[in-house]
């Protein structure tokens, strides 16, 4: 019987080996499941590696990196010992950047939206498109409000890229909306009207550095890789640090004097010490004579800023910063340290004029662009984009703009534009209404009262965003288009933030993209012919920019996507530059370009815009975890097992008197908002702050790691009108991002 | 007593292929005639076990609203991280990331016979739909019960089945907890079949 079953079974097996022998089966019923190819069979596979030269895109540093690849799988990523940027090291930033390109949780297609409805909670209702479906419904959408309310009803909220900026310009609307206001547009300012006639630069000589200062800087702890290996360097040379801050930041914790500043008052402290070092004749006078404009006015400027002044201000006594400026002007070389969002950054309406002092102060002491200090950027020829790419012209566009950014004297002639006042010309139509945008890699949770943009964004019938995880701003969007991550692209980068000779940093991919994905650049183009725009992007390629970069640098594509470091260009010694692209050819202690735009040429105390009050009794400060990137990290396994919450940082005796005890929760309220978090108590922060780190309070469930903890910073933060920035009257245009009350209680 | 065995090859073949194309991509009503004609092929009986997924489907496809459904369904379930991941390596890894071990291992297995997936595939080596494709290709293929088995037990049931137990139980699935209660019960069929068909060989 058996003999039988089985000769049954072999009958059954054979037949339908000899139906499928003339074909596959599968295949044949047209389903379109993965296919399989033929691969040399391996009986024994042995492993198979390779290191691929690479850099990073966390942040802006573009460190060199070489990735060990395994069979196929990124193992490990280690610092290229040959970049003057990395020296064979990276942060953690950049280590755990495996765990985003193996997150499933990234997008994978284009999608779009079903659900017309918009906001927190609210599901999209994302369906797969295909990346044809994608391109031709932003397109109807764009060209429907250019249609009806004119081309600038579209917007543009990204940083500046040229492919983009191109489109934008054959688009003809006037709306690129970036985030510097929030970040460092009064760095920017004061470096363009004092030094540069450009942006501010960002290469710190800090291992040279002596006696290294910082208003709020926090060097460490926003943990730019080459920038902590030049404060550990140079604190192991016997630099001293001191740093002045309302909280015990993580270069706070390193400094030889941490002195808790009253916070928006360091520009006091600032003018205090320029009395101190001219008064006493402290400065370096042949730097000073060869290289600055305007010091004569600075004697009869400072006259009143004595230390005891500064003293009733800052609440940080006299001798202490007499003696500190001393210091800092004794000590040789010595700089003040300024990295965005610090006391200098955006932070309060003062903010721009302490900027301008801090020029002052290091051009005093010699070290602006001298090793030891802050240098300027030493780079490659870059190519014109239009010579690249010849273009027809644009068309003619409004000036006015939705942020009214085109108001502001000297920030406008940069591309960049206001977070904090954007809402109020959406919600208002102030100058006109606006109806779409394309959005790349801003989150929701960047703005100012992020709500508020919630629902300014709501106001417009279409949004495209482009993105690699369903941040809150993608579960925002009509059209998402996912781009891949930097592991898996090619590009150049010059690293602005650390180049003491030119070298550029080239990439190729270092696995295939995982998923149907597009390069940004790819997109644009790929938008523009949807949108009839294509003869504005003839030949255009990323591939194509990407070699004229480095054939305007001596090299091409070709010889360097196989270079065995991935590097391009040689050590050469540093020289400090004589001359400074102002219109006195010096370093303008003076501004004369601050006087022609109206502002003081010199940065006269201005208190900052809002003190606590009875209701409001605390000062508000925003920090960030050091391994944590904004809000784009939160998802990432590593970095959220490092730091995975967010809290309402309180000083331990005032939480004690508060009955405040540490993990309660709290309400942080300001005018605008409140948040609820944990306390978490600590002696490290003045008695009348509250500190929250940034990153936090994600709502999107697309973000499976991220959604629901902590609490947005942001929210607290209040936007403003066209009319609140432009009364400000503040070069920089800065969003004020700490410059309000806020109260504490308990939950 | 020996049970008497009634095995379809091509039943195999179709219900494998069929699986993977439920997990490998959302369907669109232009999907229906390929769907159809896959039904048919079956035999009556399989074709019977089928019926509420195949009636569900057509209805699903039939009409624009009710496609965008099942299609916002299909995001939910398999693309957006509120579903589930159809990735061996998450299930499988002590971090849920892709492209783990489990990758590398079924990458390997795949080498071992020859072959590799097509290049221009978006989904990797261990997703769902492309082991379930290798199995019906080792059905095509001839390759011997014991490899069949094989593979079966070493990758796909290692892992798929806690997956489609979830689905079968997400807030979000619909038609997709009628195809996921499906595909388990015809992998614990298959692993039955597999190892009886062996005893009797």
Same mark, same amino acid.
């Given at each position: 019987?058996?003999?039988?079953?089985?000769?049954?079974?072999?009958?059954?097996?054979?037949?339908?080996?000899?139906?499928?022998?003339?074909?596959?089966?599968?295949?044949?019923?047209?389903?379109?499941?993965?296919?399989?190819?033929?691969?040399?069979?391996?009986?024994?596979?042995?492993?198979?590696?390779?290191?691929?030269?690479?850099?990073?895109?966390?942040?802006?540093?573009?460190?060199?990196?070489?990735?060990?690849?395994?069979?196929?799988?990124?193992?490990?990523?280690?610092?290229?010992?040959?970049?003057?940027?990395?020296?064979?090291?990276?942060?953690?930033?950049?280590?755990?950047?495996?765990?985003?390109?193996?997150?499933?949780?990234?997008?994978?297609?284009?999608?779009?939206?079903?659900?017309?409805?918009?906001?927190?909670?609210?599901?999209?209702?994302?369906?797969?498109?295909?990346?044809?479906?994608?391109?031709?419904?932003?397109?109807?959408?764009?060209?429907?409000?250019?249609?009806?309310?004119?081309?600038?009803?579209?917007?543009?909220?990204?940083?500046?890229? +040229?492919?983009?900026?191109?489109?934008?310009?054959?688009?003809?609307?006037?709306?690129?909306?970036?985030?510097?206001?929030?970040?460092?547009?009064?760095?920017?300012?004061?470096?363009?009207?004092?030094?540069?006639?450009?942006?501010?630069?960002?290469?710190?000589?800090?291992?040279?550095?002596?006696?290294?200062?910082?208003?709020?800087?926090?060097?460490?702890?926003?943990?730019?890789?080459?920038?902590?290996?030049?404060?550990?360097?140079?604190?192991?040379?016997?630099?001293?640090?001191?740093?002045?801050?309302?909280?015990?930041?993580?270069?706070?914790?390193?400094?030889?004097?941490?002195?808790?500043?009253?916070?928006?008052?360091?520009?006091?402290?600032?003018?205090?010490?320029?009395?101190?070092?001219?008064?006493?004749?402290?400065?370096?006078?042949?730097?000073?004579?060869?290289?600055?404009?305007?010091?004569?006015?600075?004697?009869?400027?400072?006259?009143?800023?004595?230390?005891?002044?500064?003293?009733?201000?800052?609440?940080?006594?006299?001798?202490?910063?007499?003696?500190?400026?001393?210091?800092?002007?004794?000590?040789?070389?010595?700089?003040?340290?300024?990295?965005?969002?610090?006391?200098?950054?955006?932070?309060?309406?003062?903010?721009?004029?302490?900027?301008?002092?801090?020029?002052?102060?290091?051009?005093?002491?010699?070290?602006?662009?001298?090793?030891?200090?802050?240098?300027?950027?030493?780079?490659?020829?870059?190519?014109?984009? +239009?010579?690249?790419?010849?273009?027809?012209?644009?068309?003619?566009?409004?000036?006015?703009?939705?942020?009214?950014?085109?108001?502001?004297?000297?920030?406008?002639?940069?591309?960049?534009?206001?977070?904090?006042?954007?809402?109020?010309?959406?919600?208002?139509?102030?100058?006109?209404?606006?109806?779409?945008?394309?959005?790349?890699?801003?989150?929701?949770?960047?703005?100012?009262?992020?709500?508020?943009?919630?629902?300014?964004?709501?106001?417009?019938?279409?949004?495209?965003?482009?993105?690699?995880?369903?941040?809150?701003?993608?579960?925002?969007?009509?059209?998402?288009?996912?781009?891949?991550?930097?592991?898996?692209?090619?590009?150049?980068?010059?690293?602005?933030?650390?180049?003491?000779?030119?070298?550029?940093?080239?990439?190729?991919?270092?696995?295939?993209?995982?998923?149907?994905?597009?390069?940004?650049?790819?997109?644009?183009?790929?938008?523009?012919?949807?949108?009839?725009?294509?003869?504005?992007?003839?030949?255009?390629?990323?591939?194509?920019?990407?070699?004229?970069?480095?054939?305007?640098?001596?090299?091409?594509?070709?010889?360097?996507?196989?270079?065995?470091?991935?590097?391009?260009?040689?050590?050469?010694?540093?020289?400090?530059?004589?001359?400074?692209?102002?219109?006195?050819?010096?370093?303008?202690?003076?501004?004369?370009?601050?006087?022609?735009?109206?502002?003081?040429?010199?940065?006269?105390?201005?208190?900052?815009?809002?003190?606590?009050?009875?209701?409001?009794?605390?000062?508000?400060?925003?920090?960030?975890?050091?391994?944590?990137?904004?809000?784009?990290?939160?998802?990432?396994?590593?970095?959220?097992?490092?730091?995975?919450?967010?809290?309402?940082?309180?000083?331990?005796?005032?939480?004690?008197?508060?009955?405040?005890?540490?993990?309660?929760?709290?309400?942080?309220?300001?005018?605008?908002?409140?948040?609820?978090?944990?306390?978490?108590?600590?002696?490290?922060?003045?008695?009348?702050?509250?500190?929250?780190?940034?990153?936090?309070?994600?709502?999107?469930?697309?973000?499976?790691?991220?959604?629901?903890?902590?609490?947005?910073?942001?929210?607290?933060?209040?936007?403003?009108?066209?009319?609140?920035?432009?009364?400000?009257?503040?070069?920089?245009?800065?969003?004020?991002?700490? +410059?309000?009350?806020?109260?504490?209680?308990?939950? | 007593?020996?049970?008497?065995?009634?095995?379809?090859?091509?039943?195999?073949?179709?219900?494998?292929?069929?699986?993977?194309?439920?997990?490998?991509?959302?369907?669109?009503?232009?999907?229906?005639?390929?769907?159809?004609?896959?039904?048919?092929?079956?035999?009556?009986?399989?074709?019977?076990?089928?019926?509420?997924?195949?009636?569900?489907?057509?209805?699903?496809?039939?009409?624009?609203?009710?496609?965008?459904?099942?299609?916002?369904?299909?995001?939910?379930?398999?693309?957006?991280?509120?579903?589930?991941?159809?990735?061996?390596?998450?299930?499988?890894?002590?971090?849920?990331?892709?492209?783990?071990?489990?990758?590398?291992?079924?990458?390997?297995?795949?080498?071992?016979?020859?072959?590799?997936?097509?290049?221009?595939?978006?989904?990797?080596?261990?997703?769902?739909?492309?082991?379930?494709?290798?199995?019906?290709?080792?059905?095509?293929?001839?390759?011997?019960?014991?490899?069949?088995?094989?593979?079966?037990?070493?990758?796909?049931?290692?892992?798929?089945?806690?997956?489609?137990?979830?689905?079968?139980?997400?807030?979000?699935?619909?038609?997709?907890?009628?195809?996921?209660?499906?595909?388990?019960?015809?992998?614990?069929?298959?692993?039955?079949?597999?190892?009886?068909?062996?005893?009797?060989?």
């Amino acid at each position: 019987m058996q003999s039988t079953k089985k000769s049954t079974f072999e009958m059954d097996r054979r037949t339908f080996l000899k139906t499928a022998a003339g074909g596959s089966l599968a295949a044949g019923l047209g389903l379109g499941i993965p296919r399989f190819v033929h691969a040399e069979q391996q009986s024994v596979i042995e492993p198979q590696s390779k290191v691929v030269n690479t850099f990073c895109s966390v942040c802006g540093g573009g460190c060199g990196i070489r990735a060990h690849v395994v069979d196929g799988r990124v193992v490990h990523l280690e610092g290229n010992p040959d970049d003057q940027a990395a020296e064979g090291r990276l942060c953690v930033k950049a280590y755990s950047s495996i765990k985003t390109l193996y997150d499933p949780d990234r997008l994978k297609y284009p999608m779009k939206r079903t659900n017309p409805q918009k906001g927190e909670g609210v599901d999209p209702g994302f369906i797969q498109i295909s990346w044809e479906e994608a391109f031709q419904l932003t397109a109807e959408n764009f060209q429907k409000a250019i249609d009806e309310h004119g081309p600038e009803s579209i917007i543009f909220f990204m940083r500046g890229q +040229d492919f983009a900026n191109r489109l934008r310009n054959a688009i003809g609307t006037p709306n690129h909306v970036a985030h510097q206001s929030t970040c460092f547009t009064s760095q920017v300012a004061s470096w363009f009207a004092q030094v540069t006639g450009g942006g501010r630069p960002y290469v710190y000589d800090l291992e040279n550095c002596k006696y290294i200062m910082g208003f709020g800087f926090d060097g460490l702890g926003k943990s730019k890789n080459m920038h902590i290996r030049s404060i550990t360097r140079a604190l192991a040379n016997n630099a001293k640090m001191v740093i002045l801050d309302p909280y015990m930041s993580v270069t706070a914790r390193k400094a030889h004097e941490w002195i808790q500043i009253k916070p928006g008052t360091d520009l006091a402290f600032a003018l205090a010490m320029i009395h101190v070092i001219v008064s006493e004749n402290l400065f370096d006078a042949s730097y000073v004579e060869d290289m600055t404009f305007g010091f004569e006015y600075l004697a009869d400027f400072a006259r009143d800023y004595t230390p005891e002044w500064a003293a009733e201000i800052t609440e940080v006594p006299a001798e202490d910063i007499r003696r500190i400026a001393r210091e800092f002007a004794t000590t040789k070389p010595a700089h003040i340290f300024t990295h965005k969002r610090d006391a200098a950054g955006p932070n309060y309406a003062n903010s721009t004029r302490l900027a301008q002092a801090i020029v002052i102060l290091n051009a005093l002491v010699g070290t602006i662009d001298r090793e030891g200090g802050l240098l300027l950027k030493r780079s490659f020829p870059t190519p014109s984009f +239009d010579e690249v790419f010849p273009r027809p012209d644009f068309p003619e566009r409004r000036k006015e703009r939705i942020d009214a950014w085109e108001q502001r004297e000297i920030m406008s002639r940069f591309t960049n534009g206001d977070f904090a006042t954007v809402a109020d010309g959406i919600l208002n139509e102030k100058p006109y209404p606006t109806k779409a945008a394309l959005v790349r890699k801003y989150n929701l949770l960047a703005f100012p009262e992020a709500k508020r943009m919630e629902e300014a964004l709501k106001k417009l019938d279409f949004i495209a965003v482009c993105e690699i995880y369903p941040s809150e701003m993608a579960m925002m969007a009509d059209v998402v288009f996912p781009e891949p991550y930097w592991l898996e692209t090619s590009g150049v980068s010059e690293r602005d933030f650390f180049s003491r000779y030119p070298q550029l940093a080239v990439r190729t991919p270092v696995i295939e993209p995982q998923y149907d994905t597009k390069g940004f650049s790819a997109i644009i183009v790929e938008l523009a012919k949807a949108m009839n725009l294509g003869h504005y992007f003839e030949e255009a390629s990323g591939g194509k920019w990407n070699n004229a970069i480095l054939e305007a640098a001596g090299t091409t594509w070709d010889d360097m996507k196989d270079h065995p470091t991935g590097l391009w260009g040689d050590e050469k010694p540093f020289e400090g530059k004589t001359s400074f692209n102002t219109p006195s050819g010096k370093i303008e202690l003076f501004s004369t370009v601050m006087e022609e735009n109206g502002f003081d040429p010199l940065p006269h105390w201005r208190p900052r815009r809002e003190e606590p009050t009875a209701d409001y009794p605390f000062h508000y400060l925003i920090n960030r975890p050091p391994m944590h990137k904004m809000t784009e990290s939160q998802n990432n396994r590593l970095i959220m097992a490092l730091y995975g919450e967010n809290h309402a940082i309180l000083n331990d005796r005032r939480a004690a008197e508060m009955g405040i005890r540490e993990g309660d929760e709290v309400y942080v309220e300001s005018r605008v908002a409140k948040i609820k978090l944990k306390a978490k108590l600590t002696a490290g922060i003045r008695h009348d702050c509250v500190c929250v780190f940034h990153g936090f309070g994600h709502w999107s469930q697309g973000l499976s790691r991220a959604a629901g903890i902590g609490a947005n910073d942001g929210d607290l933060i209040p936007s403003m009108t066209h009319e609140e920035m432009k009364a400000l009257h503040d070069p920089g245009a800065g969003a004020c991002m700490l +410059d309000f009350p806020v109260k504490v209680y308990r939950a | 007593m020996v049970m008497v065995m009634n095995v379809n090859y091509q039943d195999r073949v179709v219900q494998y292929a069929l699986h993977a194309r439920f997990f490998y991509d959302q369907l669109l009503a232009k999907d229906w005639p390929v769907l159809q004609n896959t039904f048919e092929a079956m035999t009556p009986t399989c074709r019977q076990a089928h019926q509420v997924i195949r009636t569900e489907i057509e209805k699903a496809l039939s009409d624009k609203a009710a496609e965008e459904k099942l299609r916002v369904e299909y995001a939910h379930l398999f693309l957006l991280p509120e579903g589930v991941k159809m990735y061996a390596s998450v299930h499988q890894s002590s971090e849920p990331l892709l492209r783990q071990k489990a990758w590398q291992q079924v990458t390997k297995r795949y080498k071992t016979h020859g072959l590799k997936l097509e290049p221009d595939e978006y989904h990797p080596e261990d997703h769902a739909s492309v082991e379930l494709s290798f199995m019906a290709h080792l059905i095509e293929q001839g390759e011997s019960y014991e490899a069949q088995l094989d593979f079966l037990q070493k990758h796909v049931l290692i892992w798929l089945p806690g997956v489609l137990q979830k689905l079968c139980t997400h807030p979000k699935a619909e038609i997709y907890r009628l195809v996921s209660e499906r595909t388990l019960h015809f992998l614990k069929e298959e692993e039955q079949l597999l190892m009886q068909l062996m005893n009797m060989e």
